[in-house]
T-cell receptor, first 110, second 114 residues
Framework: DAKTTQPNSMESNEEEPVHLPCNHS???????IHWYRQLPSQGPEYVIH???SNVNNRMASLAIAEDRKSSTLILHRATLRDAAVYYC???????????FGTGTRLTVIP | SAVISQKPSRDICQRGTSLTIQCQVD?????MFWYRQQPGQSLTLIAT?????????ESGFVIDKFPISRPNLTFSTLTVSNMSPEDSSIYLC???????????FGPGTRLTVL
C-alpha cells in the first residue's frame, strides 16, 4: 500500500481556515485519497475522498495536486468540535481496506 | 449511512481468558472490518469479516488468536482469545456498503487485560 506522510500536529485558531497537508509521492493511478478523522474517545468518521479532481462537501474541501503526489484537506472555518486526529489514507485495492498512518492531531484554539 | 453499535463498550478481563465483541449494523452492508487501536496509536486492520466464509486476516493476525464470525449481512463478532496484557486496546468494527463506499465505524470496545 502506498504510504502517506502527514505532520504530527497542527494548531488553528477558532473560526479560521485550516489546511491539513498530506504527501503521497508513491500514489498509483487507481488510488483513491480518503480523509477520516477521529474525535477523542470515538471511532473514526469519514470526512471526504477523491481521485483526481478537487472535492467539496458539507464538512470540508479536498484539494488534490495535479500530479496527485500530495493533497490538502481544507476546513473552511475551524470550530472546537473539529479538534481531532485527521488521517489521510490511500486505497487502491478496491477492497476498501484502510491502512491508517499516524495522522495529524489538530488543536483548535478558542 | 450506517449506524454501528458494539458490545461491550468496555471490559476488564483476566489474563488467559477470552472475550467476544459483538458488532451490529443497522442496515445490510457488503463489507465488515475489525481494527485494533493500541493506547496512543493509530488503527491497525486486523481482518475483513466475510459473510459465510472465513475472515481474511492481515499480516501479524491469526485466526486462532482472533476468531471472527459473520453469520449475516448485519452482524459480526471478534473474539480475543487467551488474552494477555498486550491485548489491551480499543477494538473497532467498521462497515461499508460497497468497496468504494464510505466506511462507517463503531464506537469501539475498550479492553483492559490484567
Amino acid at each position: 500500500d502506498a504510504k502517506t506522510t502527514q505532520p504530527n500536529s497542527m494548531e488553528s485558531n477558532e473560526e479560521e481556515p485550516v489546511h491539513l497537508p498530506c504527501n503521497h509521492s508513491t500514489i498509483s493511478g487507481t488510488d483513491y485519497i480518503h480523509w477520516y478523522r477521529q474525535l477523542p474517545s470515538q471511532g473514526p468518521e469519514y470526512v471526504i475522498h477523491g481521485l483526481t479532481s478537487n472535492v467539496n462537501n458539507r464538512m470540508a474541501s479536498l484539494a488534490i495536486a495535479e500530479d496527485r503526489k500530495s493533497s490538502t484537506l481544507i476546513l473552511h472555518r475551524a470550530t472546537l468540535r473539529d479538534a481531532a486526529v485527521y488521517y489521510c489514507i490511500l486505497d487502491g485495492t478496491g477492497a476498501n481496506n484502510l491502512f491508517f498512518g499516524t495522522g495529524t492531531r489538530l488543536t483548535v484554539i478558542p | 449511512s450506517a449506524v454501528i453499535s458494539q458490545k461491550p463498550s468496555r471490559d476488564i478481563c483476566q489474563r488467559g481468558t477470552s472475550l467476544t465483541i459483538q458488532c451490529q449494523v443497522d442496515s445490510q452492508v457488503t463489507m465488515m472490518f475489525w481494527y485494533r487501536q493500541q493506547p496512543g496509536q493509530s488503527l491497525t486492520l486486523i481482518a475483513t469479516a466475510n459473510q459465510g466464509s472465513e475472515a481474511t486476516y492481515e499480516s501479524g493476525f491469526v485466526i486462532d488468536k482472533f476468531p471472527i464470525s459473520r453469520p449475516n449481512l448485519t452482524f459480526s463478532t471478534l473474539t480475543v482469545s487467551n488474552m494477555s496484557p498486550e491485548d489491551s486496546s480499543i477494538y473497532l468494527c467498521s462497515a461499508t456498503g460497497t468497496p468504494t463506499d464510505t466506511q462507517y465505524f463503531g464506537p469501539g470496545t475498550r479492553l483492559t487485560v490484567l
